[in-house]
């Protein structure tokens, strides 16, 4: 059985595993205070070109939203997000939860438009009564999206100039942020990144570690006692050398970028074929998750040989499924799928 | 550098590694939904003798207890706990982050006592205007405590008589749970635990693993949609295979048990080796943790060789300090800081 | 000056200030225990034709909203409501500030169809992946809407049997319920809405009293309790007499409908007598709010004389804004108002 | 039968009803925007003797507290507060449910000693784990205290350097601080009390108001956007007049002061009658509520012809109550109660 269901199939990348195995009798300090949770932030201060950045590791993505929400936003503060965002859709309220609104925001292939945010905010502001409304306190997106596609650096770059101008944060979420950094079509490097948001995270879960995301506060704009803000969410982990150790790992010669880039050779490959074949796609996405428009009766057929995600009915006679590479992606299981369809 | 303070410095026992490494390019299902949870679910529920357990795995003490404490209590409950209860010390108001009050209890030496337990739901049920006061919903206690000690077959069994006649659930925090199963003065099986509590955990962190809790809900009293309740408080792992292995490695042949007893074996001999050498304890703990009372001066000298924590001040010229075991405490180590002493 | 900004601009009905005079001096019981609200639930109960209903009265619309949706909601349930109903839009992120998201629902005229409730919750429950996602514990509903439309018996006839088909409540914010009984396109009487809805409020706060809203559950389905939910949210008086005494007025010889037809007859003069001058309106609402389009300038000078609301731009040389009437606006204020226009 | 129940038996002081009649037909604008509330407020500014305070109008006491200690806590925040005190013990977790824990300190007579919080501040600060425990961010007291006693000026001044040593809010809760300030036991004024306090209340409920608490922000120190924190919590009333004429009745002419002083003269009455007839009381109250222990069958004999609240079991034959006098408590009440006993 071929799978493309997710980017979570697989344990870790093997050097990862080793590194484990190396480390395992070390005694180290817990909370993160380990020579390789040191180690490994330094590595991603320097690929961020950031050396002023503050970096923190969580186990995983929905815990790491949470939290950079809720001890960011003040207590009336809301966070604007696009109405397909995974904060909006998919993460059982865990940031309404925190006790804070998600001001969704329409959406394009899963981006939101830097106009709709900056009309957003000009109409709160001028609201005479705005003091009755949830003040949008901070901007989130993804990038990749939900739908895997990429904001450009001329598309950060005026988030980022809005959001300043508004004096609140632009968050990005980087669950699959290699694949967005690997993409052809990608403009933007970590340093910009590091740039132009005030925090985002650096996912490992989805590319190459066993869990954890590696959250960068750019500005020397961590809140207050943040160690207080991870106990209190249950966010901070007894071993934290498992999450340090895992990006010091991913951050040594470049192999978070290899692996990511990897992954979207893959999923390159995976597009060309179905377009080769002429099955059409949602969306053109640049990344590793590929949404495909199925004929229901090819679906049902394919789905006895490959496991695949669905995704969103399209017409009466037609679905979209999506496909998902990763760092593990073999070539033969490519060869196979297109050799299937 | 001896180092004993605490009991999770090393990484995991060497067999989870291992099974890590032998697993790790299979494409398993996220969320818990792989085969190793399920194989470590039916193991557990086996030792626990207990069929009808609900099994759930989550990444670290405090997440677990913020889970299943916020899942089952009533908005306008509370939850009894000891005064220096984990919950109630520890852990930066995760609790209270979720909404509910913890009604700490007086404690003698980290134990609840059941009668006073008793007498609270007493007066709060007879208090004519309890409904201006927090509901008793839950009794919280750890096992062992935070002082290392244990509660006895009788205790538990008179304190979940308690909450039965109360109709509030029995909760256990097993964070080092096979230490207290393994010592010596134990009397208490985990059928019998299973039997006594509404709900408990089985903590991997400290007895062996990367990370992981089990938590056991015994009577098909598991939080309708737990699923969902874990997700909104970011308890739910993309891998949940990285807990199934682990907790199903800890399972098989009993290791869980055998790692526990060789951690109280150490202890048993620190405590005698101090004892010996006259030295008092602050308490008679009869498991992994070691509450010694030092001359502050013996404890500075002590301290450029040996790592320990920090417990309390005992009078001007002594301290409290704690000496923790582990599954990984080599005999060797022990036989080095008997030396010194 | 005329003012026609909202219905809450004077005090109370004078009959409500003499009936507090004449019981001042009574010692009375706090917290609901006293002869006034008891009688003030009697009467309700009997305007409702629900012997079994439980009557609660809170001090305004926001507390009252939070309180029935954080009492009635699991922790992991959101409540679907209108994108412009007053929790989504204008009250500052009070349900999720408990914790709970609002899924907000498209809406024509200010009102839910039943028919995108249906999909919502089919689609939801259909979702392989709904323990992702909030689930939808409770419609939420105004009667008058924020735009001063109706649900006419049909609408909350098919909405009622969709929440009782997924066995969810409906709630009814009635916050200006008067001036919707009183219209005379309104098919409702206070028996049907009692009979649909799980849960309802009479709002006094906008139709006469000084403050207070008269929450009814209608099926001896009050979250246990109660009281205790209400001390929780800040939301029970020590003088509950206040509200006691005010809704035992408006509930006696029909003061609440009296008043409420009366501000009914003042709306539809003043729209009459726009809609005769050639204004055009935004929407056509059968109660107390209209919503009048005026040319830029016409407003800019009517502003001189008359007080009335902002809603939105309707185009560049036209706005919309609201005139409310209410149980005290006089037929010398709808005079004055006509003949400036 | 008389009734010493509580100091919230009547309606409100009859000038307070007689301005809200003569008030009634004036159009004013909502949510505290009318010139009575301004009136009000400049005349508490006045007689606090603090022209830069910024004072708000509250409907009552739980959910003033809840609004204060949400609005200036920051999220990994507690309130350190009395054991006995109101927020600790009597308003179902109304603190805990905005997320934050209250650090309950022993008390003496219901007040915290200076010494005791010092202590706890700097056991915190010194815990090299204090990022683990809930931050002291507040310290709340009421005055007078749940057991009608006294801060000094001395205590004040003491707990209050030490707040601002430790750069934390002190918060007074004033429910009853008519009744305080009128004692012959105060030395404390208003002035006094806006010097040493970040944060207070002036009680309307207990003290001649139908309900309102007067929020006294003391140093340019008001939460940002405060009107959207109280609207958050359903603490904003659309009548805000209500609550602002009731304040400018009770600070013209001093009329607060003189209905206090009226409570305490005929609880100094009371007092003295109980202790001349040879009964010994609990402590010595120098407010408005009187603790008297009571013989178990002369309790049972009084209840027959008067009101009063049961506050504790004393000894198998002797029983606290407790009798409250009000600014409505007449002569003739306390000569026929002191005739009974």
């Known amino acids: 059985m071929l799978n493309f269901e997710s980017d979570y199939l697989e344990g870790a990348h093997p050097t990862i595993l080793q590194r484990l195995l190396e480390t395992n009798e070390e005694q180290l300090s817990g909370y993160g205070n380990d020579p390789y949770s040191s180690s490994a932030k330094e590595k991603i201060k320097e690929a961020c070109q950031c050396p002023d950045a503050d970096i923190y590791f969580v186990s995983g993505g929905t815990l790491t939203n949470a939290l950079i929400i809720a001890s960011l936003l003040n207590k009336y503060e809301g966070v604007i997000a696009p109405e ?5 859709t998919h993460e059982t309220g865990a940031i309404e939860f925190t006790g804070h609104k998600i001001l969704a925001l329409p959406e394009t ?3 939101l438009k830097p106009e709709d945010v900056k ?7 001028e609201d005479e009564n705005h003091e009755f409304m949830v003040f949008p306190g901070m901007v989130y997106l993804s990038q990749p999206t939900e739908y895997g596609t990429l904001y450009s650096k001329e598309d950060l770059k005026q988030l980022s100039a809005i959001c300043r101008e508004y004096n609140i944060p632009l968050f990005m979420d980087g669950a699959r942020l290699g694949y967005g950094l690997a993409s052809k079509e990608n403009d933007l490097t970590l340093a910009d990144i590091a740039d132009y948001c005030d925090v985002f995270y650096i996912g490992g879960t989805k590319v190459g570690a066993l869990l954890g995301e590696a959250v960068v506060f750019t500005r020397k704009n961590t809140p207050a006692h943040f160690l207080a803000h991870m106990k209190q969410q249950g966010a901070l982990l007894a071993k ?15 192999l ?11 999923a390159d ?14 969306l053109d996405s ?18 006895r040989q490959v496991a695949f995600s669905f995704w969103e009915a399209y017409d009466e006679e037609h679905t979209v499924v999506r496909f998902a590479t990763s760092w593990a992606t073999r070539q033969t299981e490519i060869d196979a799928l297109l050799a299937l369809i």
């Open 84 to 88: 397909t965002g995974h904060i909006s």
């Open 119 to 125: 009309n957003y905010l000009e109409r709160f502001w």
């Open 286 to 303: 640049p990344t590793n998750q590929q949404f495909i428009i199925l004929e229901n009766q090819k679906m049902a057929e394919l789905k």
């Open 240 to 254: 934290g050398r498992l999450l340090g150790i895992q990006f010091d790992t991913l951050f040594t010669e470049k």
């Open 269 to 282: 490959q995976l597009k060309a074929g179905f377009l080769e074949k002429g099955y059409k796609l949602l």
């Open 109 to 111: 292939d899963g981006k």
């Open 256 to 266: 978070y970028f290899e692996i990511s880039r990897h992954a979207i050779e893959m």
